[in-house]
């Protein structure tokens, strides 16, 4: 219970950080790129955060299916991939140019940064769908449903 508040908070950070961070270098900095990730880092935590609200409220079986939490874990998969090719992409325009944080609309170490934290949020997105998808008993779900015939 502790544990899932802490995961919360953390994904409730998450999202205030990556919206915060998009609004922040799309519209003042104009680093479009690293607003973008900021915002795909946002949307992970958000979708994390939710599944954690849902789960402590022990609501997750009414209102997911089995298919749409594994398409939940799909998008995180897709994120942590995406992420780490970027990343990955700009350490090595980081090290091969060395370029500094400053100017802000063209600084590659902070697309490095919310790159990498678009990779942090796909990947507890999926391990976190993978864990609550193995809370589901699904003979104790068709049990306890008195409208499903049996054949």
């Known amino acids: 219970?502790?544990?899932?508040?802490?995961?919360?908070?953390?994904?409730?950070?998450?999202?205030f950080f990556g919206l915060s961070a998009f609004i922040c270098f799309c519209i003042v900095y104009a680093n479009i790129e690293a607003?973008?990730?900021?915002?795909?880092?946002?949307?992970?935590?958000?979708?994390?955060?939710?599944?954690h609200c849902h789960y402590l409220k022990q609501s997750l079986h009414v209102n997911f299916s089995r298919k749409a939490l594994q398409y939940f874990g799909d998008f995180g998969m897709v994120g942590f991939v995406s992420g780490l090719a970027l990343t990955l992409f700009y350490a090595f325009l980081e090290i091969y140019y060395k370029a500094d944080i400053v100017p802000i609309?063209?600084?590659?170490?902070?697309?490095?940064?919310?790159s990498f934290m678009m990779m942090k949020w796909g990947l507890l997105l999926y391990m976190f769908t993978k864990k609550y998808l193995k809370t589901y008993n699904d003979h104790q779900l068709f049990a306890e449903n008195p409208n499903v015939e049996e054949t």
């Open 1 to 15: 219970m502790l544990r899932t508040k802490i995961h919360i908070a953390l994904s409730a950070l998450g999202v």
């Open 35 to 51: 607003g973008v990730w900021a915002l795909l880092s946002g949307i992970h935590a958000s979708l994390t955060l939710m599944l």
């Open 105 to 114: 609309k063209t600084s590659i170490v902070i697309r490095l940064i919310w």
